[in-house]
């Protein structure tokens, strides 16, 4: 029947009670039925559970993760995935949603902490993001450290007509001038003739 266990594999320790159930296991990867099953209806899904801290033994475990139906659903609680990535937080710290870092430890002004790119599959896929036909990129204002935490964020396009693997245009920026002062929206104006620092006009909010 639809959402019977199919079958799974569980992880534990004989260091308080053995689990009788596979989803009571610390970590376990169980497969269960999509639907009630057939010789015409046979689709599965996965549920990924773990063993939170402080956990009893014989304790049904809590699902982290959901794969169905091609989608992966992080921080599921047994919620099914509505997009390819669908992400839940609680919007509270460690738990308020994707992260990216940078793991250098030792970033230096305007280096790139990270990038989320758009593009598609005709043509090259970009090994590079920036080459990405649409990217967000973020990149650090000045040199990081516990005391000095700046950064701006960039728009990129890539130019009509030109080829893969293309490193895109920035076309906007938004940044801070310092705490506590303004913050700066740049756009690029495209006139390649002027001075490297007038080819974007800025707006300042206060």
Request: no cysteine; net charge negative.
């Given at each position: ?5 199919l079958?799974g ?8 009670n053995?689990p009788?159930s596979?989803?009571?296991?610390s970590?376990?990867m169980?497969a269960k039925a999509?639907q ?11 549920d990924?559970?773990y063993a ?10 809590t699902?982290?993760m959901r794969?169905?139906?091609?989608k992966?659903?992080v921080?599921a609680?047994?919620?099914?995935p ?6 839940f937080?609680?919007?509270?710290n ?5 992260a990216?870092?940078?793991?250098d ?11 989320v ?5 005709d043509g090259?896929?970009?090994?590079d993001?920036l080459e990405a ?7 650090a204002?000045e ?5 000095d935490?700046?950064g701006?964020l960039t728009v990129r396009l ?5 080829d ?10 938004v940044s801070?001038?310092s ?5 700066t929206?740049r756009?690029r104006?495209n006139?390649?003739?002027m001075?490297d620092d007038t080819t ?7």
């Open positions: 029947s639809q959402n019977d266990i079958g594999i569980g992880f534990d320790s004989s260091d308080g053995i009788s596979l989803t009571e296991a970590i376990a169980v999509r009630d099953h057939s010789d015409s209806n046979k689709a599965g899904y996965l990924f559970y939170a801290q402080g956990e009893d033994d014989d304790t049904t475990s699902i982290g794969f169905m139906d091609g992966l659903a921080n609680g047994g919620r099914d509505f997009h390819p990535l669908t992400v937080t609680t919007a509270q460690w738990n308020s949603g994707i990216i870092y940078n793991t430890t030792s970033v230096a002004a305007d280096q790139l902490l990270g990038i790119g758009f593009d598609s599959l090259n896929a970009p090994s993001l036909s649409v990217a967000i990129a973020a990149y204002s040199d990081h450290s516990t005391g935490k700046g701006y890539t130019e009509t007509n030109d893969d693997d293309t490193t895109s245009s920035e076309v906007m920026r801070t001038v705490a506590g002062t303004s913050s929206l756009l104006n006139n390649t003739s001075p974007f006009a800025s707006i300042e909010f206060y």
